[in-house]
């Protein structure tokens, strides 16, 4: 690529004083040679002036202000997905320690308890278990309509 060609790239950019200082001197240079480049840098310079003076468009303040809170209301969702996210481990690991923990209690307290309820053992743990998916089930869907609740507010 001749010189001419490289100064003829830069032009613009020139004219926009986006160059750095090596490539602005390479430009400076040649303009002074050709005639060409000189007056295409030359429109360039008149465009970017004219742009220049092209009144800056404003974001109506209603706007600005919506985007304000748009974004607040964002920054809060973050803040309560990384809350709801460390409450959900915890959830998970409480879960398994209470079964865990309960299976332990069942194991001990079913035979006094099909005594005392005059049932078979059998009986008291399907009951259990009955029991704790009714109220894991009962949780779950009162987590979900919680969460459709606060879906249908945002
Ligand atoms: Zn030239």
Redesign the pocket.
């Known amino acids: 690529m001749n010189r001419?060609n490289k100064?003829?790239r830069l032009l613009n950019l020139s004219a926009a004083g986006a160059l750095d200082e090596n490539e602005q001197m390479q430009v400076q240079d040649?303009v002074v040679q050709?005639d060409?480049?000189r007056d295409e840098l030359s429109d360039w310079v008149l465009l970017a002036d004219t742009l220049k003076k092209l009144p800056t468009p404003q974001a109506p303040s209603a706007l600005i202000l919506k985007m304000h809170r748009l974004l607040e209301l964002r920054m809060a969702c973050q803040r309560e997905s990384r809350w709801n996210w460390a409450i959900l481990s915890f959830l998970v690991l409480f879960s398994w320690i209470a079964a865990g923990m309960n299976w332990f209690f069942v194991q001990l307290f079913d035979i006094p308890l099909a005594r005392w309820l005059d049932v078979s053992s059998m009986t008291v743990r399907a009951a259990y278990i009955g029991l704790t998916w009714l109220a894991t089930a009962l949780a779950a869907g009162l987590l979900g309509k919680h969460l459709q609740h606060k879906e249908g507010n945002l």
């Open positions: 001419h100064v003829y040649h050709c060409s480049c």
